[in-house]
């Protein structure tokens, strides 16, 4: 079978992606609702799909508005503003979405909905898609690989949790002290991928 | 520090005047959690617990409902009297707990100073250890609270 | 050089303004839930535009559900049943509803959204339960910290209510508290006089509602209030009563009172009247009134700590322990009770100690 080139390659950047150069446990970017919000494999679930999508999705249109508005236009330097108005825009759109189709994950989220729109992680995915200069296709895969490492990490953390709300912890680790040491961890386990995959 | 949405809400339920004239906060301008931290701070050097404090509140109001609005002599050193009106006060905590309108007012009879206390009161120094803050027509000074009441 | 800054700034606006222009289209669409029909008890079918919850779009139809919070979702208060159209249970109603409660889809209203059809379920009584607005005619002293308030009805310009209800005075935002504030006094006025609504109010240390009228509320200002709920009323039956209320309690006696003599009844009753000291007694003319123009009827007021120089002859101590001396024939008596917990726990006991019953024992807590 002959697959191009161009869809092999946006296949091992998404793999990547989830793995190797997962964007939290490998670059400690998205911290924050990772650590807010992974008490709960349900809210977990929820918010993982929404950054997953976002990613994805501002990723494509960050890249669209790359090439056909700033490139042109020689303006290499506005993406950090011109990146960060698509992303609002576009979480609030979501924000929009999920209140109207599923008010129980829209209230379970609360704050955190909006604050996807400041999860670095969505804006560095756009970023490092500009800096690596992936082409249209490599920078669906890498979105949705973001995306996906993403929803992974906090899935895994969300688990680890609720099995922890049970144990026995010293009083000064309890809450982030050791949300922080589990995923110290597990970047450390994920270091484990490197080397997986050739190049990457 | 970033508040959780649900943090802020309580901290605008304290601050609001729905509840109780003027609200629960007074004029003070700490965080909530701080002024936990600073009562509860006050009430270790005093050696006793929230739990300690509102058991012994909740006898001597109990022994003052049965005057009826007069003064009852609780021991030697003290007299209490409850004061009631009608309605409930809602814990602006978020769980279900409504309390009756019940004021008690404790005084020591030696030197006539009084200390009052409501049902609410109680509630949130046994549950939330809640003294309400500097300045709030009902705030409790935990010390002063332990040397009426012991 | 302009045109190098100019143009990106220009820019980075359109765009900007283009996607504020979707987001206002797309919120046109998604949040507009349009007019959504509630079917209340199966009965009646009001029309709400979407979007609000269930709470405030009822009120706009001047269906009132009891709220102490405000809406806000932390009072438990405005419970009705949903029974189609809620939506899944929210975080936020959880803590306020026990099991048998999920069961039979209580919901709490202020929390529940209308976004489409619904099918809820209230108790009939909060259909009666009206908005009106009054006047304020009269402010009398009563004693040091009772004041009796006289409102006449401007619209609508008579109000139905059983004696022993009360109703829901609105305190508008004033200097100590910056909201809107309902609170609860029951209705002291003769129900001959069809608009007038009277009220027995004791001022409450730091209180909301209280402050407010003893404080601000002058004769001719305009006052809101709603109701009338409460289920304490007077039996239809013949046997005898006994009231026992001190202070503000007397308000919902004094209106059966009123009551008893316009219906011509031949009830014999008691009412046993408990203060602190002499200085609080109040309203003597009128329970005297009363007891001339009463077929059978005895004001008892009953003093603890009389002052001094009061002279008072009267009935001392607390009015349970008066109740224990004075009452007899308990066990055919009706109790009508009005007052504090600890009052009425307190009474209730002595009462049944006496022989009264307790289903015939009947009481406005204050709590």
Redesign the interface.
């Given at each position: 079978m002959n697959i191009p080139s161009e869809m092999s390659q946006a296949f091992v950047i998404c793999v990547s992606a989830i793995f190797t150069q997962n964007i939290l446990l490998t670059y400690f970017l998205g911290l924050c609702p990772f650590l807010?919000v992974s008490r709960e494999v349900k809210t977990a679930y929820g918010l993982g799909l929404a950054v997953i999508f976002v990613m994805t999705t501002t990723s494509v249109l960050n890249w669209l508005?790359y090439r056909y508005?700033l490139a042109p236009?020689e303006?290499h330097f506005?993406r950090f503003?011109?990146f960060i108005?698509?992303i609002a825009?576009f979480v609030?759109?979501t924000e929009?979405?999920i209140?109207?189709y599923s008010?129980?994950l829209y209230?379970?989220l609360?704050?955190f909905l909006p604050l996807i729109t400041v999860n670095c992680a969505i804006l560095g995915a756009s970023l490092f898609m500009v800096i690596r200069e992936y082409s249209l296709i490599e920078t669906v895969g890498y979105g949705l690989g973001s995306g996906i490492g993403w929803f992974l990490a906090i899935m895994a953390m969300a688990g680890i949790r609720q099995k922890l709300a049970h144990e026995r912890i010293p009083r000064g680790l309890q809450g982030p002290g050791i949300a922080l040491i589990i995923a110290g961890l597990m970047a450390l386990a994920f270091m484990g991928f490197t080397g997986v995959l050739q190049g990457q | 520090m970033k508040q959780s949405p649900g943090d802020k809400k309580l901290e605008a339920m304290l601050h609001s005047s729905n509840l109780v004239a003027d609200g629960f906060m007074g004029d003070d301008k700490r965080s909530t959690p701080e002024i936990i931290q600073s009562d509860l701070r006050t009430l270790s050097l005093a050696q006793r617990s929230t739990e300690q404090l509102a058991q012994r509140m909740t006898a001597i109001t109990n022994q003052a409902i049965a005057g009826l609005g007069t003064w009852v002599q609780i021991d030697s050193l003290r007299q209490a009297r409850v004061d009631e009106a009608k309605g409930t006060l809602v814990c602006p905590w978020p769980h279900a707990g409504r309390f009756a309108k019940r004021v008690t007012t404790l005084k020591l009879t030696a030197s006539g100073e009084t200390i009052r206390w409501s049902d609410l009161n109680i509630h949130l120094i046994a549950a939330h250890s809640f003294f309400e803050g500097k300045g709030s027509h009902f705030r409790l000074e935990p010390d002063q609270l332990v040397a009426f009441i012991f | 050089m302009i045109t190098d800054v100019l143009i990106p700034v220009l820019l980075i606006s359109l765009i900007g303004a283009f996607l504020a222009g979707i987001l206002v289209i797309a919120k046109a669409v998604l949040a507009n839930y349009g007019p959504c029909e509630i079917a209340i008890n199966d009965e009646k079918r009001v029309t709400v535009q979407g979007g609000d919850d269930l709470l405030s779009s009822l009120r706009t139809e001047k269906i009132f559900i009891p709220s102490a919070c405000g809406g806000r979702g932390t009072c438990g208060l405005c419970k009705l049943k949903v029974l189609e159209g809620a939506g899944d249970l929210l975080p936020t109603e959880e803590p306020y509803l026990d099991d048998d409660e999920r069961s039979t889809q209580v919901r709490l209203s202020c929390q529940v959204k209308v976004r489409k059809a619904l099918k809820i379920e209230i108790p009939t009584e909060l259909f009666a339960i009206q908005e009106c607005l009054c006047r304020c005619v009269e402010i009398v002293d009563l004693t040091h910290d009772i004041k009796q308030f006289r409102l006449e009805l401007q619209e609508p310009a008579t109000l139905d209510y059983l004696p022993g209800q009360y109703i829901q005075l609105l305190t508008p935002a004033y200097k100590k508290s910056s909201e809107e504030v309902y609170r609860a006094y029951s209705i002291s006025s003769d129900p001959a006089e069809k608009n007038i609504i009277e009220l027995i109010i004791r001022l409450v240390p730091e209180g909301i509602c209280t402050t407010y009228c003893f404080d601000y509320l002058k004769v001719s200002d305009e006052v809101h209030i709603n109701g009338p709920y409460g289920d304490f009323r007077l039996s239809q039956t013949d046997r005898p009563i006994v009231f026992i209320a001190g202070g503000s309690g007397m308000a919902p006696i004094k209106c059966m009172l009123h009551h008893l003599h316009n219906t011509n009844s031949t009830r014999k009753a008691v009412y046993y009247f408990g203060a602190n000291q002499v200085s609080e007694l109040f309203l003597l003319d009128t329970m005297r009134q009363f007891e001339s123009t009463l077929p059978d009827f005895r004001f008892v007021p009953v003093v603890a700590t009389p002052e001094a120089d009061a002279d008072w002859q009267g009935e001392l101590g607390l009015v349970t322990q008066a109740v224990q001396r004075d009452l007899k024939d308990a066990a055919d008596c009706e109790a009508y009770l009005c007052g504090s917990p600890g009052m009425i726990d307190a009474a209730a006991k002595v009462l049944k100690e006496l022989g009264v019953h307790e289903d015939s024992i009947f009481f406005d807590k204050f709590a």
């Open positions: 807010g508005a508005v236009l303006l506005f503003i011109l108005i698509i825009a609030q759109f929009m979405v209140e109207r008010p129980l209230q379970k609360g704050v | - | -």
